[in-house]
């Protein structure tokens, strides 16, 4: 062997075992729709899901505007278990996400993320 494939070989055992592979990569996402109005973006994320068969039951949702009593229905409806806004969602959105059992995050890309929990 040569003397730099020795000086590696020990380099290596000097520093012990490969460190672990990363960890896996965050959840992928599975839907996008834009539109003028949020209520329309949301139906169509709603509707690509369903047409494609894929089950959102369970899964969130990410809106760029605020979280109404509607939006919140329709998430609630679609058995969304969260929803994430970076403005803060209504009262009544609060207050219909509690009754479904479903998570809002209000300023969700701020910094200090505030969650409206179901059993608060």
Do not use: Y
Request: aromatic content about 4%.
């Amino acid at each position: 062997m040569s003397l730099q494939f020795r000086a590696i070989i020990r380099v290596r055992g000097e520093r012990g075992p490969p460190p672990p592979p990363p960890p896996p990569l965050p959840p992928r996402l599975l839907f996008h729709a834009e539109d003028i109005g949020r209520h329309n973006a949301v139906d169509k994320v709603i509707g690509a899901a369903v047409l494609a068969r894929e089950p959102i039951g369970g899964r969130g949702l990410l809106v760029t505007g605020r979280i109404s009593a509607e939006l919140a229905f329709k998430a609630a409806r679609a058995g969304l278990a969260w929803v994430a806004t970076p403005s803060v969602p209504s009262t009544l959105a609060v207050t219909i996400a509690r009754g479904a059992g479903m998570v809002l995050v209000g300023r969700a890309v701020s910094g200090t993320p505030h969650l409206h929990r179901p059993e608060a």
